[in-house]
């Protein structure tokens, strides 16, 4: 399968950025890697085929993104601060310089219209990425998400960490103009009950309760017990919730 590739030298990073581009109309859909990964990562563990109907029909774009987790949350070297001030830079270029090359590429009619997407901690990622800039997009698909960032940092917790944890910015979130539009943007949460999900699953009820104490509609889909936290089940997910945001093959 391929893609087309790109790097250009991010201003806000201040090194290259990668990522790859699958499909060549439709609706855009920006991909997150899970922790530590690589844009290449959503191709070569088969979430770019099981789109592929998709990509075929025209009616889906996937972007998929570099990340740098070894350089901000799970850098265990650096300073929780500091881990925040690359996350933050990692978070402009993707706004600032991301979003727009897509915008170049998929001339939407509506300025949000762009999903973000995730698994395992690419979820947080997608999420976060909604959650501060609900005018950059309209929905996200969190696969098996993490959405605090005391998997890494414990309860070691600064303004500028807490302003990267939706599990603790959120519930103090009171600006219309943020709420507004979280409240017209389509949330999905989705987690298995099988194996490794286990504080995937208490994460997702975690953010599904702080979105409804907020009045910010949302859907949280829990998968059986057989559903572990791997690419087979992400791959069934994907395809199943992009058709529920009206995306079919057919």
Same mark, same amino acid.
């Given at each position: ?69 070894? &350089?901000?949350?799970?850098? #265990? ?5 500091? %881990? /925040? *001030? ?7 270029? +993707? ?97 298995? &009950?099988?194996?490794?999900? #286990? ?5 997702? %009820? /975690? *953010? ?7 009045? +910010? ?34």
């Amino acid at each position: 399968m391929s893609g087309e590739y790109l790097s250009f030298p991010s201003t806000d990073l201040g090194q290259n950025l990668e990522l790859k581009i699958y499909g060549s109309g439709g609706r855009p859909m920006l991909a997150f890697p899970t922790v530590k990964g690589r844009f290449v990562d959503y191709e070569n563990f088969g979430m770019v085929a099981a789109c592929q109907p998709l990509l075929d029909a025209g009616k889906l774009t996937i972007f998929a993104v570099d990340g740098v987790d070894a &350089q901000s949350w799970a850098s #265990e070297s650096a300073h929780p601060y500091d %881990r /925040a *001030l690359r996350h933050n830079q990692y978070d402009a270029c +993707i706004a600032r310089e991301v979003v727009p090359l897509i915008r170049a590429r998929c001339r939407a009619s509506e300025p949000r219209d762009l999903i973000v997407t995730g698994c395992s901690f690419g979820a947080y990622h997608a999420a976060h990425f909604l959650f501060r800039h609900p005018d950059l997009c309209n929905a996200v698909i969190a696969l098996s998400g993490i959405y605090s960032l005391n998997y890494f940092l414990g309860d070691y917790c600064d303004r500028e960490v807490y302003l990267n944890d939706p599990l603790r910015y959120l519930p103090n979130l009171t600006d219309a103009w943020y709420l507004d539009r979280l409240k017209a943007s389509r949330i999905i949460l989705c987690c298995g &009950q099988g194996a490794w999900e #286990e504080y995937c699953l208490q994460q997702s %009820r /975690a *953010l599904a309760a702080t979105l409804q104490a907020k009045d +910010i509609p949302y859907t949280l889909d829990l998968w059986g017990h057989d559903v572990y936290h791997d690419w087979p089940w992400w791959q069934k997910q994907i395809v199943y919730f992009l058709g529920k945001l009206g995306l079919a093959a057919s």
